[in-house]
């Protein structure tokens, strides 16, 4: 059974561009998060989809976005790009929403210059 | 609110000693937690999830347990290798009915040959 795949694996951008990067989910499972991981934040959560519906969405300003497809892929992304918002970006998946083991993808180096 | 923290933030072992990697969390009504291995600049690797109602969980070298009432999750290593050298981070929902992690800054082992 194939993993978490994520594209594009590495990215350079300059501020003020945007960029849209994709997550594909285990095959069957529906619920798809996203995390962004810092050297000096850590890692933190930026949303959540199941059914194509979020469901959750962490504490991080409008210019992060993201959607879920019928086929569980989903996609973020992000406007108008900062400095701050290099990092790498993971994403999720697990069968359902709620409590369940949750498997990572590789995740997207996102570098703004 | 969930809150982790894992402690030390680093460690540093000699080659076959046995090991344990510390989790605390601040609410004791965590449905599960999640223990995960961290490689430079790669994706989470899930090593054990322990549900709320088992105390222990193991897979090969690896033994986690999960102790509710104090806030506690240990990671044990048994015969640590040089190929343990990774980031750990242990994790938590952040509250009912979500998929939402709430990680640890991670300890970082370092196994000398």
């Known amino acids: 059974k194939a993993g978490v795949t994520q594209t594009p694996r590495y990215l350079i951008k300059t501020r003020g561009q945007q960029v849209t990067l994709s997550c594909s989910p285990i095959s069957g499972h529906r619920s798809v998060s996203w995390y962004q991981q810092t050297p000096g934040q850590g890692l933190q959560f930026l949303f959540e989809y199941f059914s194509e519906t979020q469901r959750n969405k962490g504490n991080f300003p409008g210019r992060f976005s993201g959607r879920q497809f019928s086929n569980s892929r989903s996609e973020m992304n992000v406007s108008t790009l900062e400095l701050g918002d290099s990092a790498l970006y993971l994403c999720?998946?697990?069968?359902?929403?709620?409590?369940?083991?949750?498997?990572f993808g590789p995740g997207t180096r996102l570098t703004v210059l | 609110k969930q809150e982790v923290t894992q402690i030390p933030a680093a460690l540093s072992v000699p080659e076959g000693e046995n090991l344990v990697l510390n989790c605390s969390f601040t609410?004791?009504?965590?449905?599960?937690l999640q223990w995960f291995r961290q490689d430079p600049g790669k994706g989470l690797t899930s090593l054990l999830l322990i549900q709320s109602s088992q105390r222990e969980q193991t897979s090969g070298r690896l033994n986690a347990s999960l102790d509710k009432s104090s806030g506690r999750s240990t990671l044990y290593i048994a015969a640590s290798q040089p190929g343990d050298s990774a980031t750990y981070l242990c994790a938590g929902p952040s509250q009912g009915g979500s998929e939402k992690l709430v990680f640890g800054k991670g300890t970082k082992l370092t196994v000398n040959p």
């Open positions: 999720a998946s697990s069968p359902t929403f709620s409590y369940n083991e949750q498997f």
């Open positions: 609410d004791s009504a965590i449905y599960n």
